[in-house]
């Protein structure tokens, strides 16, 4: 009985163990976007219609692009390509379409100041980029 007792007994506090330690990891993979305020169809327009956005790619490039308000735009990567893109917006994503690189992306957006937007993988969470508007 003893030993069935104490077998009981470290089988619960091993068990506590894991719950707690998978709570925890599970809290740290929370998506980074889970308290951000993410930008509606509106306030992205009144955000970027007839500005231009900027930022550096991963390569240190520097990539502007427009966003009408009619869902088109256009974008450039320094010395490298430039073209036409698409835009839609769904509840809080936005879903931009590089139409010369054949590449689309999610995101959702975050409306900083007036002039600073954050593009976070609608995914992942993770932060794609971070504009200046002008």
């Known amino acids: 009985k003893k030993i069935w007792r104490f077998m009981m007994k470290s089988i619960c506090i091993v068990s506590a163990f894991y719950v707690t330690a998978f709570s925890i990891s599970s809290a740290m993979l929370a998506p980074v976007f889970a308290a951000e305020k993410f930008a509606t169809k509106a306030e992205f327009i009144t955000a970027t219609a007839g500005k231009t956005l900027t930022t550096k790619t ?16 256009k974008f450039s990567i320094e010395g490298k390509t430039s073209g036409d893109l698409s835009w839609t917006f769904k509840n809080d994503t936005l879903c931009s379409e590089f139409k010369s690189m054949k590449f689309k992306e999610c995101n959702k957006v975050v409306v900083g100041s007036g002039t600073e937007l954050k593009f976070l993988d609608a995914k992942t969470g993770s932060l794609n980029n971070t504009y200046s508007v002008k």
């Open 58 to 73: 991963k390569k240190g490039d520097t990539f502007t692009a427009t966003y009408d308000a009619n869902g088109k735009g």
